[in-house]
Nanobody, 121 residues
């Protein structure tokens, strides 16, 4: 069974920083891409940042220059600086990976349960 567990959310004032972490566990064969998404109340879930196995990194325009994604083995991090009230959302970790499920190698996208980030003005 594959699990993604996020941590590091919280309440911060505008201009402050937070670092989100996500740990992937389970019978993982290979992680292709790890990413962060977010969903604000009343909005659709949106892409924030991703890093693939070749090291290619992509950011949403709204976070470029403020957020940094990094990865270490089965962990992915999101360093968020210069936070704005519009960054308030539930942040979700996402992993595109291959894992052995019931003895069968399976490629699938997994999601974490989300961690709340609130930025006050």
């Amino acid at each position: 069974q594959v699990q993604l567990v996020e941590s590091g959310g919280g309440l911060v004032q505008a201009g402050g920083s937070l670092r989100l972490s996500c740990e992937v566990s389970g019978s993982i064969f290979m992680i292709n891409t790890m990413a962060w998404y977010r969903q604000a109340p009343g909005n659709q879930r949106e892409f924030v940042a991703s890093r693939n196995s070749r090291g290619t990194i992509t950011y949403a325009d709204s976070v470029k220059g403020r957020f940094t994604i990094s990865r270490d083995t089965n962990m992915v991090y999101l360093q968020m600086n210069s936070l704005k009230p519009e960054d308030t959302a539930v942040y979700y970790c996402n992993a595109d990976l291959a894992a052995r499920i019931s003895g069968i190698m399976t490629n699938k996208i997994y999601w974490g349960q989300g961690t709340q980030v609130t930025v006050s003005s």
